[in-house]
């Protein structure tokens, strides 16, 4: 087996908050690479209705893919027996706004379907778990009040074997587990006090924390990351304070790819007491950068705010009703200074109570992804608030709506496109290859059809289900560079089906994770049939082009808790990178690796051979103090020298979290902190 160096590379470096007034409890995170949603922003979906939170259970990450950005997944949404949240990460980015992650009330998931999404309203730790108390799925609305996942999470907090224990055959202990906690190789690795656990696996050989949590996180060409949120008051992530005017407002961080400082920071608001947020993020080839949220009222990203011009200086809201919240997108030159971004284009979308979820781009490319659903009719992108190629019949209840946006000179809509069918859908992950290709991954129950945006174009109809199941059925589907509809195929039965991630690798396989709980999955041989042992469970699978046959694919976890996997990407060899939350063990297949707590969850990560899926290295990090989560992860597939194919994993955490000899803490385990974590194969 390769070994693994994990190297944290802090978001923020000695990170200084000069007046913050902390984050609020209803913070709430969305799935798709996550959304991070401000208190009174839930109402638009942030909350029930779309949790705009992290990825499944808790993060985020929606879909990494290649270098694409993923919402950070709630961090560490917890679900319950019965409650099926699971996903509800996926839907929004980082958690929570005001209040810990996890968010109180649980997020909604990503899938609506469950329920309301793993990330409660409160972020992703949120004191009550990521799944808001009795939320379960509401008829109709795709992400139900609430959220269905339980109250439990998927990540335990903890190291993932005993402390001290010696692992496998030849395993020995290390105290601490700076380097692996591991030790010696034996099989099962040993454990570190701690530290990261896993085969054959060295832990992180430093790490550092940032405050607020994290929402979103991408990687650009040259490697160097981006890290996006909310904050409230005022900041220093390592390049100069920035602050917040009135209450949140989003940030955009550039990071360096070798010190984990911000080079560049910067915040937009509005002179009043409303909310902007900042959940999923996107870097081209140039550097420009995409940056999608929610506002409230207006957002400026220039000092001439609403004295500019509209959609480059400012934006307002053209059709919503005072108080609530729009979705927008605005893309932001490689070159903006400080303290202000310099904005290509900016645009507001009217998705009703509806978010963007997702967010992706390549290295080799200058344009990105965005997708998510909506619970209304979206206009046209030639209109203040539109973002669609063709006029679209709305279904009544939740659409497919998926995009692709241009990050060369214009920022403008390529093409965008709104699916839909007699139920519920979403689309949680999305990706891109580097011919220009999109690849959207999601659920829904009823019927669902996607319709190519070139008149003549084909039509691809998936399998109907009862519209009473909880978006069952999962699904992945392939757009050409125009829109035009190439492939779609759908999986799974009664129960829970969340795709909380998708990439795609240099020779065109697709790979898709997340979770499934009472469920069953039939991908065709030599897969065949995944199931869940009764609560949700994490599962992998890689796909060829054609999304008809699987190369390889596996579920893990055990019958007690909850396990999922949060994000996925693949590096230029193939190799396939996941991170996630669990609770409990994570069964033989990722190496028995054991959460230090059935209440609160902790992180792992693991790498998987291109060829067989086998795993080469995996680690569980946490304590029994709050929740953890790896929700976002970006491989640097066009950087070179000694960031080629470096792999990032970002996420939040409630407590303490020791990656190596650095213990992070947070002040309170009421209280949620971000991190970033850099791992090096070897």
Known sequence: MNRCLAILVPIVLGATVIACGGASSNEKVDA??????????????????????????????????VDGSVGVPDL??????????????????????DGGVAGDGGGAAPIDAPGGGGLGAGGVTATGGVVASGGSTTTGGATASG???????????????????????????????????????????????????????????????????????????????????????????????????????????????????????FAFGDPGANEQTASLVAAGQNGNVLVAGLYVNEIDFTSNGDNGNLNLDYLGEQSKSAGAPMNYWVVASASSTMPYITPIYAHDTDLGDGAF???????????????????????????????????????????????????ATTGEVVWGAQFGGTGNSQCTAVAMDANGNTYI??????????????????????????????????????????????????????????????????????????GIAQADANFGAPVGTLTSLGLLNGFVVKLNNALTTPAWGFTFGDATFNQQVLSVATSSTGD??????????????????????????????????????????????????????????????????????AVTYGGNFAGTMTLGATTLSTLTSADTYGYVTRVVPQ
Request: aromatic content about 6%; overall charge negative; glycine content about 18%.
């Open 576 to 645: 396939v990178f996941v991170g996630g939350a669990y609770e409990g063990s994570l069964g033989a297949k990722l190496d028995n690796l054991t959460s230090t707590s059935d209440t609160a969850s902790s992180a792992f990560d693991a790498q998987l051979a291109a060829a067989t899926g086998a795993v080469e290295c995996a680690h569980s990090y946490g304590d029994a103090s709050g929740n953890h989560g790896m929700n976002v992860v970006n491989v640097a597939t066009a950087a070179t020298g000694s960031l080629a194919n």
């Open 441 to 514: 991954a999601g659920n829904y129950n009823g019927s669902l059809s996607f319709t190519s945006v070139t008149s003549g174009g084909k039509t691809i109809a998936l399998p109907t289900v009862s519209t009473s199941d909880s978006l069952a059925l999962m699904f992945v589907a392939e757009f050409d560079p125009n829109g035009n509809a190439v492939a779609a195929q759908s999986w799974g039965s009664s129960g829970i089906s969340n795709v909380n991630g998708i990439a795609v690798d240099g020779s065109g396989n697709v790979i898709i994770a997340g």
């Open 357 to 407: 979820l997702a967010a992706a781009s390549n290295p080799a490319i200058n344009k990105a992804a965005i997708c998510g659903k909506t619970m209304r009719a979206v206009g046209l992108s030639t209109t203040k608030t539109g973002f669609l190629s063709n006029t679209t019949a709305f279904s009544g209840q939740t659409d497919v709506v998926v995009g692709v946006i241009d990050l």
């Open 76 to 97: 560490g949404a917890k679900l319950e027996v019965g409650q099926l949240d699971l996903r509800s990460a996926l839907t929004g980015e980082v958690g929570g706004f």
């Open 32 to 65: 798709g690479q996550r959304r991070y949603c401000p208190g009174s922003l839930v109402d638009a979906g942030c909350d029930a209705s779309v949790g705009q939170g992290g990825a499944p259970g808790g993060g985020g990450e929606a879909g990494v893919v």
């Open 147 to 265: 959220g269905t996942a339980g109250s439990a999470g998927s990540t335990a907090t903890g190291g993932a074997t005993a402390s001290g224990g010696t692992a496998g055959t030849g395993g020995s202990t290390v105290t601490g587990g700076a380097t692996g906690s591991g030790g010696t190789a034996g099989s099962g690795g040993s454990t570190a006090t701690g530290g990261a656990v896993g085969s054959a696996c060295l832990g992180p050989s430093w790490a550092a924390e940032s405050t607020p949590e994290l929402a979103a996180m991408t990687s650009a060409a040259s490697g160097t990351l981006w890290t996006a949120g909310a904050i409230y008051g005022s900041f220093n992530f390592g390049a100069g304070t920035i602050t917040s005017t009135g209450s949140s407002d989003a940030y955009l961080n550039m990071v360096s790819s070798t010190t984990g400082a911000a080079t560049k920071s």
